[in-house]
C-alpha cells in the first residue's frame, strides 16, 4: 500500500528526437498523514451543491456551483475564507446562466470569463462591479463558442491564449479530452499534438498548465498515467505508475491537479473507482491524498488528507490549498507551503 514505482520515459531534449532514455524511480513510501491539519470553510446561509468548482481571483475565493437551480457564483474572502455574497441567477434570461460551465480568471482586468453550455457563449463578469451589484449586473459576451469543439476547463492568459481541455466528439454520443489553445478574439481552437499512442478508449483527463515554467500536465483518471509536455504540445515526460497498464480498468487514478510553484501536486486513488456492497450501496473513490512531484515528474512525498476530495484550488499568495469534499465537510483547506 502507498507504494509507487514512477518510470519516467519519452524524454523530449531540445532540438532533439523522441528518446527512448528512461528515469526508474522505485517505490515509494514517503506519506504524511496530514488529516489534524485539514480546516473547514464555513459557507455560512450559501446554499451550494457538490458539484462545485473553485477559482481565485485578486482578494476572493469563487466558488462556482454548476448544478444549482438558483445562484451559482459565491463569493468569499480569500485571506478569511468569510462568505461573502452570492450572486447571478441560473435561468434564460438576461445576465442568468442556463447550464453553467468553467472559468477563466483575469487577474488583470479583474474579470471573470463563464461559460455557458446552455447558450454556448461566454459572458464577462468584472467582479468589483458584480459586487457591488449582485442582483442587477448584467455581465457583456465575450464570445460565442463552437457547438462542436468547445472547452471542458481553460486556464486564461489573455485574449488570444486560453489553454484548456477541449472536448472532441468521437460519434456514438462520446468525445474525446485533448489540451488545445483557444483564442478568445478569433474563436479558433489548436489542439495540441501529442497524444499517447497506447490509449484509445475512453480517455479522461485533469490538466494544469504554467507559462512560468513552460509546462502543461495531464494526470489520466482512467489509466495510471501523468504526461508533462511543453506549450507547443512537444512530450517531455510520461510518468507511469505502479499500477500502469494500458488495458482499460475500473480503477480511478489520479484527480485535479495543480502546478504550486516548482512542484506538481496531483490528487490521486489507485482505487476501484466504484464498489458495491452486499446492502446495495456504492462508494465512489475519490482520492483522498495528493502525490508532491517535481516539474521532472520526479515523485517527492505523499500527503494523505484523510478525507475524499472531489476538486482543488491552489491559493498562491497564500500558500492554501483549498478542496472541495465529499466527506463530513463540504469545502476545507490546508497550509500547503511548507511541504512544498
Known sequence: MNRFLYVCVFMICAGCSQSSMEKHQGSRDNVINIRAEVKEIMTDDAL??????????????IIADLRSSEQVIHIFDKRTLHYLLSAVNKGLGPGELANMGPIGVDEAQRRLYVSDFGKY??????????????DSY???????????????????FNDTLSIGVILEPIGNADYKPIVGKWNMLTGE????????????????????????????????????????????????????????????????????VAICGDKIVA??????????????????????????????GDYIKTLDTGYKISGLCYDKENKRMLMNLNDEMQFAYFDIGKYL
Open 48 to 61: 451550494i451543491g457538490s458539484y462545485a468548482h473553485l477559482y481565485i481571483l485578486g482578494e476572493y475565493l
Open 121 to 134: 457563449k461566454v459572458f464577462d463578469y468584472q467582479i468589483d462591479s458584480l459586487i457591488a451589484n449582485p
Open 138 to 156: 448584467i455581465p457583456k459576451e465575450k464570445i460565442k463558442m463552437n457547438e462542436n469543439l468547445f472547452p471542458l476547463d481553460f486556464t486564461y
Open 189 to 256: 481552437i489548436k489542439l495540441m499534438q501529442y497524444e499517447h499512442p497506447k490509449i484509445t478508449k475512453r480517455k479522461r483527463i485533469e490538466f494544469a498548465v504554467s507559462m512560468e515554467h513552460g509546462i502543461y500536465v495531464e494526470c489520466y483518471s482512467t489509466y495510471d498515467l501523468m504526461s508533462i509536455c511543453s506549450l507547443d504540445g512537444e512530450l517531455k515526460y510520461n510518468i507511469y505508475g505502479r499500477k500502469w497498464d494500458n488495458y482499460l480498468s475500473n480503477t480511478r487514478h489520479y484527480g485535479a
Open 267 to 296: 490528487l490521486y486513488s489507485g482505487e476501484q473507482e466504484y464498489t458495491h456492497t452486499d446492502k446495495g450501496e456504492i462508494f465512489v473513490a475519490y482520492p483522498s491524498k495528493f502525490h508532491v512531484f517535481d516539474l521532472n
